[in-house]
């Protein structure tokens, strides 16, 4: 290649794949936005007439499941947060030689199809599976009892569906950790309470703030784990927005929710952005 | 406890001088073991279950009692066109967006490691978005930009959206295993007079090897696993999870287990084999370790 030309090498690099996020990412987020302030139905066409009034239109009409969705979310971060922080911690500093093997264990099951994960959640919370039933048969339970098709079972399934994306980087987080210093800290007579608390919580923040973000927005826009597990009670704004798409072809209301998702999101990315700096995020 | 406590490694570094724990101190110690392993019997009770129930028969029934021990459903799996048609679209559509994603991610990947460039922060950018991005906005939004087009939904529409959310995650993963990577080695093999492209053959591409098949193993397995997106790129196309949500509102059959338990038995073979070659070379250069 002509020495003139080397400046062009990176760009060759990057025109492929960068032209394709541009038009299938990008591009789309924008038709997105755009369709979004049409008028007009299937069968006759749509037309854009900057109708900025199906905002508040839509977040009136689907207010319940968008603060249904956010508590859910909140609830399964806070989840997630509890069952795998001490996974996590014990792994870093109990796993010893088995460390990656632990790690691997820990991840194994999400190798498996993620519908076929739910469905399997779907059959140990029956009514009268396995589990239920046989504690009902025994009296333990009353007849009426049911887990399906309830709060707890979804925010279960979101939980379960997400907890790797809790462990890995408060895992990482922990891992790089120095000991020296939680040991300073209990020679200095710190509790090991205190130790914990002063220096390997904040030390780990870092994988607790990524980790709450890597859960907190698929459980946002997830609708898998309503749909099977859950009930019209429970219906959160992901299914709202694909039946909106799919069923009722309501483009217009349904591209409006989910600009309106999309922007939550990107407001909670730069907020934590702001927290952890900017590089380390986009840099992986 | 004599070792003098010099704290250079992690190993060496040993903690005061153990007391004699009292009785709730030991049962505090066991607290934490405790509590992961009942954590990690939570992740795999789903996964208990549905091998189990690959085995059962629910004789016409749904298959959420056990009915009975049968062999039948890993071979009645395969003679069922309405589950292989699926399955045999997913792998098509993995394979194809694995090969373009782990292509034109690498790309990006070495283009982001090796070259300065205007633009780098909008690249990041457009690179990180699409991972922080809920999957129903990107299909969402797939959808809205076909239906505007007037373009019609398909194997090729799904492949489309599946390079997508793949580049990004070929590109952190190529990109990871690149930034450790020694610029002298490929400086060393031009000295030696080899051309930048038998460089790049000889030199670069067997490093950075293990980190673009894990890419390409990453986006494989993104791929056959997907339904949000697919489900609204896909038309009148069905992929395998998109048969399985399909089948899920009527009741689920056993081979959905099976196909479940294979493909759970795929991945613990493919890691329980990378565990051991590690092992093995570890063991082959003791100095390394």
């Known amino acids: ?284 | 406890m004599t070792a003098p406590a010099i704290p250079v490694g992690r190993e060496l570094a040993a903690p005061v001088p153990e007391r004699r724990r009292p009785i709730g101190r030991r049962a505090a110690a066991l607290l934490l073991p405790g509590y992961t392993a009942l954590a990690v019997a939570y992740l795999f009770l789903p996964i208990v279950v549905m091998i189990a129930f690959s085995f059962n028969d629910p004789g016409g029934r749904q298959n959420i009692t056990w009915q009975g021990f049968t062999l039948e459903n890993y071979v009645d799996v395969w003679r069922r066109p309405d589950i292989t048609g699926p399955m045999l679209n997913s792998v098509v559509v993995a394979l194809v967006s694995t090969l373009l994603a782990t292509a034109l991610g690498t790309l990006i990947a070495m283009a982001l490691v090796r070259y300065e460039f205007r633009a780098r922060g909008t690249l990041n950018l457009l690179i990180f978005l699409p991972m922080a991005t809920p999957e129903i906005i990107l299909g969402a939004s797939l959808l809205s930009m076909w239906v505007s087009l007037g373009v019609q939904r398909d194997i090729t529409t799904i492949a489309i959206a599946h390079v997508m959310f793949n580049i990004s995650y070929v590109v952190v993963t190529v990109r990871a295993r690149l930034s450790g990577f020694d610029r002298r080695l490929e400086e060393a093999a031009m000295d030696l007079g080899a051309s930048e492209w038998v460089t790049f053959r000889k030199v670069t591409l067997p490093l950075i090897f293990p980190g673009i098949l894990a890419a390409a193993l990453l986006a494989f397995a993104l791929s056959i696993d997907d339904y949000v997106i697919t489900s609204f790129v896909a038309g009148r196309t069905v992929t395998f999870p998109l048969w399985v949500f399909g089948v899920s509102r009527i009741g689920v059959p056993p081979e959905v287990n099976v196909l479940g338990t294979l493909i759970f038995l795929l991945a613990f073979v493919f890691i329980a084999v990378q565990i051991w070659i590690g092992r093995r070379e570890l063991r082959a250069r003791p100095a390394d370790a």
Request: hydrophobic share 55%.
């Open chain 1, 1 to 284: 290649m002509p020495h003139r030309l080397r400046w062009a090498v990176p760009y060759l690099f990057l025109l492929p794949g960068g032209l394709w996020l541009l038009a299938f990412f990008a591009v789309p987020m924008l038709v997105m936005g755009s369709v979004s302030l049409m008028e007009g139905s299937l069968s006759t066409g749509y037309r854009l007439t900057g109708n900025v009034g199906i905002y508040p239109e839509a977040l009136g009409r689907w207010a319940p499941q968008f603060l249904r969705t956010i508590g859910y979310a909140l609830a399964v971060t806070a989840l997630t947060l509890a069952i795998g922080y001490p996974m996590a911690y014990t792994i870093a500093f109990r796993g010893g030689r088995h460390k990656s093997l632990l790690l691997l264990l820990v991840i194994l099951p999400f190798f498996t199809s993620f519908l076929i994960r739910t469905l399997s959640w779907k059959l140990i919370l029956a009514d009268n599976g396995f589990v239920l039933g046989s504690l009902k048969d025994w009296g333990l339970l009353e007849e009426g009892f049911r887990l399906i098709a309830t709060p707890v079972a979804v925010i279960g399934g979101l939980t379960y569906n997400f907890l790797p994306f809790m462990v890995l980087p408060v895992y990482v987080a922990l891992e790089k950790v120095d000991v020296r210093l939680v040991e300073a800290a209990t020679d200095l007579y710190a509790s090991r309470t205190q130790a914990f608390l002063r220096v390997t919580l904040p030390l780990s923040m870092p994988g607790v703030f990524a980790g709450s973000l890597l859960t907190f927005i698929p459980a946002v826009g997830d609708f898998i784990n309503a749909e099977i597990l859950g009930s019209r009670d429970t219906t959160m704004i992901g299914n709202v927005i694909q039946r909106l798409f799919l069923q009722n072809n309501d483009y217009p209301q349904a591209a409006a929710l989910g600009f309106v998702l999309m922007a939550a999101v990107l407001v909670m990315v730069a907020v934590y952005a702001r927290a952890a700096g900017g590089e380390r995020l986009t840099q992986g």
